[in-house]
Structures are given as C-alpha cells and as structure tokens.
C-alpha cells in the first residue's frame, strides 16, 4: 500500500468538537446551563461534595435535580476544594475518594474525571489521581490551540470565556476548512459566577459565544467524558500489519478518515478496510 495515514473522526465524520468546564457548583450555573441548552452546547460541571449547600454552593438535592437528569456531566473537583499540592498524598487522595463516592451516588455511574482546585498540581498530585482512577483533568493553562489532549491528566483548556482572543479563537475554529486532517477540539472553561454582576457582570460575553458556535451540523458537542470516551475507543483500536482490517474491541463506532477516505470502525467488529 502507498502513503499510510490515519485521523480520527468525530461522529458522523466531523473533524470538529466543542466541550466546556465550569467549576464550583454554585446558582450562576443554572441560568448557564440554560444558555447552553439553547445552543446544543455541552458542558463538564466539577463540583466540591463536601461543600454542598454551604455558602454560595447549591445543594445535594438541587445537584440531583437540575444537574444529573441534564445534557451535561458532573466530575470531581475535590471534597472540600482544597490546594491539591498542598496535602500529604493520603489527605489528597481522601479528597478526591470522598468527592467521587459522594458524586457517584448521586449519578448512579462512575465519575472519572476532574479539573484541578485553583488549577493547583505537579506530578506527585497527578500520580495519586490516577491511582485513586480519575482518568482525565483540566488545569487552568490557555493554550490557544485546538489540539486533543496529549495528557489528559493535565489536559490544558484552549482559553477561559474572560480571554480577550475568545470570539476570534471561536471564529477562525469555526471558519476555517473542516477539511483538515487533524481534528480539532475546542474547549472553553470558566466559573459561571464570574458572569454575575457582583464580578464582571458580563452575561454577553457567553450568550456571544453560545449563539456563535452553537447549533451548528459541522461541530459535535460533548462533555468531557464524552470526548475522553471516543478519543479513547479510538486508542483502542488494532488494526492487521498491512492495514487492510481494523478491530474495534470498545462499544463505541469510530470514525476514521483513513488514506483519503472515510471508514467506520464498527463497535465490536472488524472492518475491512480494503
Ligand atoms: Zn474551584
């Protein structure tokens, strides 16, 4: 065979994906997550358990109302938000435990991911999380790019909704070929309290962004559990030495754009590819 390349695809053959964070769990959330909705937009919520109806946080119950039956993911973002760094391992590793146990009753399923407490971490704190199996966490550095995550455990967002780039980010990620090889991942993270007008008062900027980038058939929305997920059956898959078959062992059809043309890996079979 000639050349050999392989890209992943989104669903449905997109080359394009959208995923946001937003931290602490508190009422701005709500009308957020309305905004979103409107726009088909999908959103990780990483939430502190053990903070729950304290303060300015929401409560257990209004997480299991407005939270769990939405469109959107809840991940781990410490039991009591506490400086990751700055915690003897087993103390870290209890914050991330108790935030996931207490997360997981409410959700019924696993939860595996996180984003980072003050986007607090190093190495020691990134090999206790994968040993308590947080699979995939957000830290707090704008990268600009559209690239998938190398590391998800230190998985870098590509800006915070208060970046001054963020429209023109959004429009050369919208306006540019979908043709590309490389698929491109947006990812947007934030607090929706910074909206609020005790803070900036600057609702526009993500109504801005959410009519702009929503809604539209070229990009596929997802959480970050869902990207992890697909880029992960992606990772998975096992093709023959001279490519002309591809096993996909995971549950999950993948899309591939594969020596000019597009295949799909079907969930749990082998595809020919020749
Ligand atoms: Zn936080």
New binding site residues.
């Given amino acids: 065979m000639g050349h050999q390349y392989l890209y992943l695809r989104f669903p449905g053959f997109l080359s394009k994906a959208l995923t946001l964070s937003y ?2 769990g508190v009422p701005a959330d709500l009308p957020l997550m309305e905004i979103l909705d409107g726009a088909g937009i999908r959103c990780t919520f ?1 939430l ?1 358990s053990g903070l729950f109806g304290i303060g300015s946080r929401l409560s257990a119950e209004v997480i299991a109302q407005k939270y769990v039956p939405s469109a959107h993911e809840i991940a781990v ?1 410490g039991y009591k ?1 506490l400086a990751p760094t700055g915690l003897q391992t087993p103390a870290w590793m209890m914050e991330i435990l108790e935030d996931r146990k207490n997360l997981e009753a409410l959700v019924g399923a696993p939860v595996t991911g996180m ?1 980072y ?2 986007g607090d971490y190093d190495a020691r704190v990134v090999d206790a999380l994968r040993d308590c199996g947080i699979t995939y966490a957000r830290t707090v550095h704008s990268t600009h790019s559209f690239a998938l995550p190398e590391k998800p455990l230190e998985w870098d967002p590509t800006c915070h909704h208060n970046d001054k780039e963020l429209m023109a980010l959004a429009k050369r990620f919208v306006e540019e070929s979908s043709y590309r090889d490389e698929p491109w991942l947006f990812y947007l993270w934030g ?1 929706s309290y910074e909206f609020d007008e005790r803070h900036n008062d600057n609702w526009e900027v993500i109504r801005a962004f959410a009519a702009y980038i929503g809604k539209r058939e070229e990009i596929f929305y997802a959480t970050n559990g869902e990207i992890m997920e697909y880029i992960s059956a992606f990772h998975a898959l096992v093709f023959d030495v001279e490519n002309r078959s591809v096993h996909n062992p995971t549950a999950t059809d993948v899309y591939l754009h594969m020596n000019g043309k597009d295949v799909i890996a079907r969930a749990g079979a082998v595809t020919a590819l020749v």
């Fill in positions: 931290d602490d990483n502190n973002h938000h984003a407490a003050y607090h």
